[in-house]
């Protein structure tokens, strides 16, 4: 059974940092594309970031999480990372994990890391 299992959100101060992760299980961790997207209220989920198996990373296209976010992965413990920094109320969502597979068909989401941007 595939799980992915989202940590680290909270809430901070405008300007503050946080790192998400996401620690997969049942899947070979290494097949697979980590992406993190984010759904904020009354919106569609969005892209945020994902990285491939070999560390090739792919960001949504604005400036903003560019410049202010990174993802990486670890495969050797099967986790996922995004950490913010400089973090604004626009950035508010819920935060999921995201393992996809063309190859094998296969895509699974975790249930999500609440992240409120507020002062």
């Known amino acids: 059974q595939v799980q992915l299992v989202e940590s680290g959100g909270g809430l901070v101060q405008p300007g503050g940092s946080l790192r998400l992760s996401c620690a997969a299980s049942?899947?070979?961790?290494?097949?697979?594309?980590m992406g993190w997207y984010r759904q904020a209220p009354g919106k569609q989920r969005e892209l945020v970031a994902s990285?491939?198996?070999?560390?090739?990373?792919?960001?949504a296209d604005s400036d903003s999480v560019k410049d202010r976010f990174t993802i990486s992965r670890d495969n050797a413990k099967n986790t996922v990372y995004l950490q913010m920094k400089s973090l604004q109320p626009e950035d508010t969502a819920v935060y999921y994990c995201?393992?996809?597979?063309?190859?094998?068909?296969?895509?699974?989401w975790g249930r999500g890391t609440q992240v409120t941007v507020s002062s």
């Open positions: 049942g899947l070979i961790f290494s097949f697979y594309t």
């Open positions: 990285i491939t198996s070999i560390g090739s990373t792919n960001y």
């Open positions: 995201n393992a996809n597979s063309r190859p094998l068909g296969h895509d699974f």
